[in-house]
C-alpha cells in the first residue's frame, strides 16, 4: 500500500496534538516528559515526510529532513536526561513529583 504526503501529515498531527494534550493536562512531571517527546517525534516525522515527498531544489538535499530528525533525536534525548535529573533531584527533596507543588519551592 503506498503511502502518501497527507497520511504521514494527518499521523504527524495526530502526534503533535496528542503531545500538546499531554503537556497541557497532565501534572505529574513525568507526563509531561513524555508530552514533549510525543510533541518533538511529531515534529521530526514532518521533517521526513515533507523531505521524501517534496522535491529538492539547488539548496537543499534528499536527506535534509533525516539530518533533522537527527538533531531533535539528539536534542530530545539531552532535554530527557537533564529532566529527568532535575525531577529525581526535586522527588528526593519533596517527596513528590506533581508541578504544581513546585512552586512552593523558594530560594
Given at each position: 500500500?503506498p503511502?502518501?504526503?497527507?497520511?504521514f501529515?494527518?499521523v504527524?498531527?495526530?502526534?503533535?496534538?496528542?503531545?500538546?494534550?499531554?503537556?497541557?493536562t497532565?501534572?505529574?512531571?513525568?507526563?509531561?516528559l513524555?508530552?514533549?517527546?510525543?510533541?518533538?517525534?511529531?515534529?521530526?516525522?514532518?521533517?521526513?515526510?515533507?523531505?521524501?515527498?517534496?522535491?529538492?531544489?539547488q539548496?537543499?538535499s534528499?536527506?535534509?529532513?533525516?539530518v533533522f530528525?537527527?538533531?531533535?533525536?539528539?536534542?530530545?534525548?539531552a532535554?530527557?536526561?537533564v529532566?529527568?535529573?532535575?525531577?529525581l533531584s526535586?522527588?528526593?527533596?519533596?517527596?513528590?513529583i506533581?508541578?504544581?507543588?513546585?512552586?512552593?519551592?523558594h530560594?
Amino acid at each position: 500500500m503506498p503511502y502518501s504526503l497527507p497520511s504521514f501529515l494527518v499521523v504527524s498531527s495526530l502526534l503533535f496534538c496528542l503531545g500538546m494534550y499531554t503537556v497541557l493536562t497532565r501534572r505529574n512531571a513525568i507526563g509531561i516528559l513524555m508530552g514533549i517527546e510525543l510533541v518533538l517525534n511529531g515534529a521530526g516525522l514532518n521533517f521526513v515526510a515533507f523531505s521524501r515527498f517534496l522535491e529538492p531544489s539547488q539548496t537543499t538535499s534528499l536527506l535534509s529532513g533525516q539530518v533533522f530528525t537527527l538533531f531533535i533525536i539528539a536534542i530530545a534525548a539531552a532535554e530527557v536526561a537533564v529532566a529527568l535529573a532535575i525531577v529525581l533531584s526535586l522527588y528526593s527533596r519533596m517527596k513528590t513529583i506533581d508541578v504544581d507543588e513546585f512552586k512552593k519551592l523558594h530560594g
